[in-house]
């Protein structure tokens, strides 16, 4: 018999492969459902079955809810540390992304020169400047998403577990939008000061 809900309630065996294997002939354990949802609903249940195998020497009461409840709270703090992790290694890229076009301003000034000489306004060098600072936020969280899924896909398999590779695509998309919005937006800064300099002082810099 399956009990809608429960864990484990998807396992069933015939009788003539539990010979087969050794295993029990007799009951060895008692599956039974709460009258109704909740932490009352298990409380009574477990009070019932108490009341029904009384002292009976070896047995035991496991709720399986609780169990299940232990594992969820497993998983949800795995799932935070990963989001902490992931959390820092977004931060650490949007600091280097911010570092790299602040220096590449300052060693590309005659080169927002000669643009804003020809007749790029100060718009579209700020644009250009932050545009290319998203691109790094791109090639890295394309990278971040090759080389991450089958990591994970290969760990899940080193661990023994046989589950199926299940990709959170809207969490990916979103924390791609993300990635590519910060590093965006860390060039900001170094694309206005570029953006302020005079073509004449710019042109005028030795390279």
Do not use: C, K
Request: net charge neutral; charged share 15%.
């Amino acid at each position: 018999m399956s009990v809608d809900g429960a864990q484990y309630a998807g396992i069933l065996a015939d009788r003539a492969d539990l010979d087969r294997i050794g295993g029990p002939t007799a009951y060895t354990g008692l599956l039974a459902d709460a009258a109704h949802a909740g932490e009352d609903g298990r409380t009574a249940g477990v009070r019932a079955l108490r009341q029904a195998i009384g002292n009976g020497a070896g047995l035991g009461i496991g709720v399986l809810a609780d169990e299940r409840d232990r594992n969820d709270a497993v998983l949800s703090a795995l799932v935070w540390i990963t989001a902490g992790l992931v959390s820092l290694t977004v931060l650490i890229a949007v600091v280097g992304v911010g570092s790299t076009t602040a220096l590449s301003v300052v060693e590309r000034v005659r080169e927002s020169g000669l643009l804003r000489a020809v007749g790029l306004s100060r718009a579209g060098l700020r644009t250009m400047l932050t545009v290319e600072s998203g691109l790094y936020g791109v090639i890295g969280a394309s990278f971040g998403l090759l080389l991450g899924v089958p990591y994970a896909w290969l760990a899940v398999r080193a661990l023994g577990l046989n589950a199926p590779l299940s990709l959170p695509v809207l969490s990916l998309v979103g924390l791609f939008a993300a990635l590519v919005g910060l590093t965006a937006l860390a060039g900001v800064l170094p694309a206005r000061r570029a953006s302020r300099v005079s073509p004449v002082v710019a042109l005028g810099v030795e390279g």
